[in-house]
């Protein structure tokens, strides 16, 4: 494979594509260019000569078409030539002449423009006049010299309908008298088509005397005429006239109409590119760019390189870098070239000399890219740096690390720095997680974070934890329904309910004495038909249901059975949603609302850092990476295969268990805190920047039919749309009704209050130290941990599935937390509220 070409982008627009013979680069500088001054556009290259179709072929018009009929010829020896006119006829064909003369004498051209090779086929000039007279005859002759392409018209829809079958370059129009017809309607009628655009229009105006004023010609640019000629019926003026207008507007028109196949390209290649002035004020972003920036168009034209959006979190350290970089290269490359044979060995030492400039962290919501394959490597010239990097099966990673090192080798240091930067955070593991800066020290920030984002590697010697499972936990007992409709009347009533987001889980709790998940799972269930999917009865989808709510631990304040009921619920709201249903399969369904019920079974009450620091059976298990959520999904599968009788997978077939049980695993493995950014990033870029893209296209009829058709045709954005599903389900809290908000606050600070106690009783580290319960502000934990973790994710899910009254809620949840906050009130509720 050749060396992906350069790009040169001249004032007048049009594009020079070379392939750069001086450079052993595999991927070439690209350099975009107005007038004299070089102007370095900000570009990712890999295969962009891959990307742009395979043809590209421009013409300014098809081929005039054979001519049908010939209308009356004028002869030259004759003069005008005699022909009758019926003023009022309808017909066009008595309307228009056409010259043939000319068609013999002018042939193409073949005119290079850049690397462009373009067929120029004769000028077609269209004349419009009321009547035939020596001015137009003088037209009619000069085309014929200049072997162009004539038509008359008579009439405006005789001239419409002409230039919309020839799209002719030129149109003279008489507008010396307007007896006939009025000229400035007939420019401003063709000036209405689209076609018109690339067209020079002349108007003729009759002779000034020498005592009269020469009129403006504004009122004829305000029509849209480009020209005006003074009345001379001489052929030679006309002819000069006509060779003039060629030589300017219309070849400058050719080539500006040549580029818009290659800003077509452009539009279309998968490299980013932009085009900036001298100044490096963007001035032109594909789609590409748009979406490596995370920008749309109208957010980039405009601005400056060195003033691009930032959002909050984002740091502009790598922005800042490039952009001065990238006014800075010219000189540097000049100077490295000068030095280029006495100071080889020391240039390319020195391109990998990083400076540690590390700040705060890059928010990958502003600066995402699209991952494309590398070109073939073999036929590359790489320096023994690239060739170590060379493999035989490559991840998308290390194709990445390979492009970059290449594009070290004939960089400026500078660049070739920056480029180290970010090879520096392209090889650390946390790419998709903020790094907490100086704005968010806030303590109970932190503390969270570092509590539900870390796999807690902080091991004291001595100090093993062994958590107890308690497998045959003990409940109140309450019949069982046999089946759904078995239900007690005061449980059912609630139930009624269970469709509404503000169906109240803690009533349910109430009157089921602590097992809520059996009976609305049985209700969910059904409504979802998961028996009749599973092929299962509904004695042992219920016998399966106990099981699991068993094993869940009612001594937990915040994660037991009513916990797990509540992402149950949430999960087949979302699943409900028109966008959500649209996009998943019944076998997607089903996976959900299993995964919901099981997500959380057997959970100690304590986080993944308290059981990794303690040294507890199951870290040592899971090898201290995402222990919990592993021990949930196999024990739920332990405890569902263990017997037949709550076996609800014992009748479908090895394929379908086997990818059933595959996306259970993948959603349950999503609900670990430390791959949050992660998947909400994904989420992101995946589905809500192109689904946008899709809804603002010209073409979008309004529905979302195509949008969830292309998300069902990717079973990796399906993936996506059940990883952020589960999410949003398990941290629903602060999106529930204020009540409801207010009591699971209190319970998960009651559960991490305890974690606190028994970190302090048994040495261990404390891993969150604001949750003592004696100085723990539950108001500011609350703003936290919605800032941190909740507003960017039902931000997104709220795009996609449509969720406004979950936002609403959110809202008045986070304005009541921080008029507590305000008011230095650590509690759930004012002491006013307390004690009504």
């Known amino acids: 494979m050749g060396c992906a070409p350069s790009i040169h982008v001249s004032h007048s627009g049009v594009i020079y594509c070379r392939d750069s013979e001086e450079s052993n680069s595999p991927h070439q500088t690209t350099t975009i260019s107005q007038g004299t001054t070089t102007l370095h556009g900000l570009f990712v290259k890999t295969d962009a000569a891959d990307s742009i179709p395979s043809v590209l072929a421009y013409q300014s018009r098809q081929p005039p078409p054979s001519a049908g009929p010939r209308r009356k010829e004028r002869r030259e020896s004759g003069g ?39 067929t120029q086929y004769p000028i077609q000039v269209l004349l419009i006049f009321a009547k035939e007279d020596n001015q137009s005859n003088g037209f009619w002759w000069a085309c014929d010299r200049a072997g162009y392409r004539c038509n008359v018209a008579w009439t405006l829809e005789s001239a419409l309908e002409c230039f919309l079958d020839k799209h002719q370059e030129i149109i003279v129009i008489d507008h010396r008298n307007s007896k006939y017809f009025d000229a400035e309607d007939i420019c401003r009628s063709i000036r209405a088509t689209e076609l018109s655009g690339h067209t020079v229009i002349l108007a003729v105006v009759p002779r000034t005397s020498a005592d009269q004023e020469e009129t403006s010609v504004l009122p004829l640019l305000d029509a849209g005429f480009d020209r005006q000629f003074m009345e001379n019926s001489s052929v030679t003026a006309c002819y000069n006239e006509l060779v003039q207008i060629e030589h300017g507007e219309v070849r400058s028109q050719f080539k500006l109409r040549a580029c818009n196949a290659v800003f077509t390209a452009l539009d279309h290649c998968q490299e980013a590119v932009e085009i900036t002035s001298e100044d490096h004020v963007i001035q032109y972003v594909n789609p590409a760019f748009e979406r490596m920036m995370g920008y749309c168009k109208g957010e980039l034209i405009g601005k400056e390189l060195t003033e691009l959006p930032k959002s909050d979190k984002n740091s502009a350290d790598l922005l800042d870098n490039i952009n001065t970089f990238i006014k800075k290269g010219k000189l540097y490359k000049s100077h490295r070239e000068d030095k280029h044979t006495g100071d080889n060995s020391q240039s390319e030492s020195g391109s990998y000399k990083c400076k540690n400039r590390r700040k705060d962290s890059v928010d990958v919501k502003s600066i995402t890219s699209q991952s494309s394959d590398a070109p073939s490597l073999q036929t590359r010239r790489y320096s023994s740096m690239a060739r170590i990097h060379s493999m035989t099966i490559e991840a998308p990673i290390t194709k990445v690390i390979n492009i970059i090192n290449a594009a070290q080798e004939n960089s400026p240091i500078t660049v070739a720095e920056a480029l180290d930067r970010v090879l520096e955070i392209l090889r650390t593991t946390e790419l998709y997680s903020p790094q907490l800066g100086t704005k968010d020290e806030d303590p109970h920030t932190s503390d969270l974070v570092g509590g539900l984002m870390n796999d807690g590697l902080r091991r004291l010697s001595g100090n093993e934890y062994v958590f107890s499972k308690n497998m045959n936990l003990s409940h109140t007992h309450l019949p069982v329904p046999n089946t759904i409709n078995d239900v007690p009347p005061c449980i059912a009533q609630l139930l009624d309910n269970e469709e509404s987001w503000d169906f109240n889980i803690f009533e349910l709790e109430a009157v089921t004495n602590k097992r809520p998940l059996v009976y609305l799972g049985l209700k969910v269930f059904a409504r979802f038909g998961v028996s009749e999917f599973l092929n299962c009865s509904e004695a042992t989808l219920r016998a399966w249901l106990q099981v699991i709510e068993a094993n869940y631990h009612s001594s937990n304040s915040y994660h037991n059975s009513t916990h797990a009921a509540d992402v149950l619920h949430a999960t087949a709201f979302f699943l409900g949603k028109e966008r959500v249903k649209g996009s998943l399969d019944h076998l997607d369904e089903v996976a959900a609302l299993i995964a919901a019920t099981i997500h959380d079974v057997d959970h100690p009450g304590r986080t993944n850092s308290f059981l990794c620091n303690a040294g507890s059976e199951l870290a040592v298990l ?3 990476t995402a222990v919990l959520e592993s021990h949930h999904t196999a024990l739920a599968f332990q405890l569902t295969t263990k017997d037949s009788k709550y076996n609800i997978f014992k009748n479908i077939d090895r394929n379908r268990y ?12 999503a609900t670990e805190m430390t791959k949050h950014f992660e998947h909400v990033n994904k989420f992101v870029n995946s589905i809500n920047k192109p689904m946008a893209s899709e809804e603002t296209s010209p073409h979008n009829d309004g529905s979302n039919t195509e949008c969830t058709t292309n998300i069902k045709n990717f079973p990796d954005n399906q993936t996506l749309i059940k990883r952020m599903m589960i999410k949003c389900a398990d941290v629903a809290n602060p999106c529930r009704p204020l009540e409801l908000c207010i009591e ?11 974690q606190t106690d028994e970190e302090k009783r048994q040495g261990l580290p404390v891993v969150m130290p604001v949750f003592d319960r004696n100085t723990c502000s539950i108001p500011k934990s609350q703003i936290s941990f919605i800032d941190y973790f909740i507003t960017d994710m039902f931000d997104a899910w709220d795009a996609f599935a449509h969720l406004p009254v979950l936002m609403q809620h959110l809202a008045n949840n986070y304005k009541h937390w921080k008029t507590l906050d305000d008011l230095k009130c650590k509690s759930l509720r004012l002491p006013s509220e307390n004690n009504n």
């Open 744 to 754: 699971w606050a209190g319970r998960i600070s009651e559960e991490y209050f305890a």
């Open 80 to 118: 005008a030539s005699a022909r009758s006119r019926t003023p009022h006829c309808c017909s066009v064909e008595a309307e228009t002449q056409t010259s043939s003369s000319s068609a013999k004498q002018a042939s193409t051209a073949e005119v290079q423009v850049g690397p462009m090779r373009l």
């Open 622 to 624: 899971y090898n201290d």
């Open 658 to 669: 086997r990818t059933l049980r595959q996306a259970i695993i993948d959603m349950v493995l």
